[in-house]
């Protein structure tokens, strides 16, 4: 049993008894909502080079209250059966709290994908999906993959493919994972959207008078500082959408190989470009290089972005913590005890499974894509361009103003798939946020986000059971 998974898991159950009590519900329907429904094992054995090697590969499905039940797949040297299980019950609250009806889910594959070639990830990535299509573990109306840590739309493409061919005929097909490049059946804005989403929930926060004013800092984005670990699918997005739309200021990134650090800011797309160049975060020009990759979390900022993945604010670290507020990008960055020693800080945070709700929201518009086997956008935008060029004109006409053609452009504008997604992400990550706030509200003692996002969710999830009841 793996002590990191473990604390992991731990740690999510801790954080559902806090807040357990508030949602005034019987023993045993929280243990119904706590338990996870299906543990998947398995071991297959995979040729690399001239020997067969064997790996140990899991899916758990948390709750099957909704289905299908949705949530990556991870590839890491680490995974193990209770991180697994931890990573399944957050998808299972995350879904709840932006209204995705999906119940939660999530896959492990124990490799390090660095030390295979892109061949022998592609044959694990074949045998892994055969495995699950096999014990009908996957499928759109029974559960539906995405990517994680170490996954992304090259390995979600290979998972529709070998599904397509298992399943032949299957006129749905495509909506058996999600992530996939766009080409593929994928959706505009989805790689971006985990990250899109967690800026719109610092937004949000930094937007919301009342909880600045419990921290002191002002009201807004431009100009505050952040932090970020991890500058993978999701660190990266956050980090460049902050800077080019919220205005902030990167001080601080952590990568694998180290750490850096800028009172003037770092440019993020020009740090992944250095990267990509020298294999390395590490002397990027402007910036010095930190004593090691954890300094990063210690650095003074306004916002801190752990987007690599959990545990990594633990109580060995946790008093050398200077930031304000810390936006959980990745899945369980900060343990249960660790939190507690934050809130009694004052340090607000976003919880996980909030803050990176959005890679699911835009999943589910890409699985509502795939069903409809139409791209989102293209029945009305030329008519809506029409009616507005239409109404344009009438302006004036009537009014006798002239209005210059670029404006027209503008007022005149059908929505593309990327709009339409973007906007359905921020309304679902403004609107959860809000929800979140009226949970903190109710006069029931909730004084932080996660406690109320988690009361909320486990309600809804409730509401299912209750309306429907139990079969037999
Ligand atoms: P990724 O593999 O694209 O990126 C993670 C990055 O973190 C990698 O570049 C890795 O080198 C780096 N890293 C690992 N350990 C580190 C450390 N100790 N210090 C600094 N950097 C380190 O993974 P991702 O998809 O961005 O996922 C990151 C986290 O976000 C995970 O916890 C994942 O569960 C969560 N998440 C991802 C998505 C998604 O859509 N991809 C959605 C929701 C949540």
Sequence with gaps: MSKNGLNFYKSVQQNFAKAAPHTKLSAGLLTQIKACNSVYFVQFPVKIDDEVRVIDAFRVQHSHHRLPTKGGIRYSSQVNQEEVMALAALMTYKCAIVDVPFGGAKGGVKISPRKYTTAQLERITRRYTTELVKRNFIGPGIDVPAPDYGTGAREMAWIYDTYQVLQSGEIDAAACVTGKPVGQNGI??????????VYYAIRELLNDVSMMKKIGLDVGTDG?????????NVGYHTGRIAQMEGGFKITSVAEFEGAIFSEQGIDIEQLVMHRKET???????????MRDRTQTLEVACDV????????????ENVDRVKAKVIAEAANGPVTSDAIEVLLKKNVIILPDMYANAGGVT????????????????????????????????????KTGSVISDKDKEILARGADEIDLVRSGLEETMVTAYHEIRDWMNVGNDISDLR?????GAIRKVANDYEDRGLFP
């Design 188 to 197: 505009r804005g989805r790689e971006e959207a985990t990250g899109r989403g």
């Design 279 to 289: 294999g390395s975060i590490l002397d990027f020009p402007g910036t010095s290089n």
């Design 224 to 232: 505050k500082t952040m932090a970020i670990q991890g500058l993978g």
């Design 362 to 397: 835009v999943s589910y518009f890409e699985w509502l894509k795939n069903l409809s086997h139409m791209r989102f956008g293209r029945m009305e935008k030329r008519f809506d361009q029409k009616t507005y060029l239409s109404l344009v004109n009438l302006v004036e006409e």
């Design 451 to 455: 406690t109320a996002a988690f009361v």
């Design 304 to 315: 801190l972005v752990p987007a690599a993945l959990e545990n990594q604010i633990t109580l």
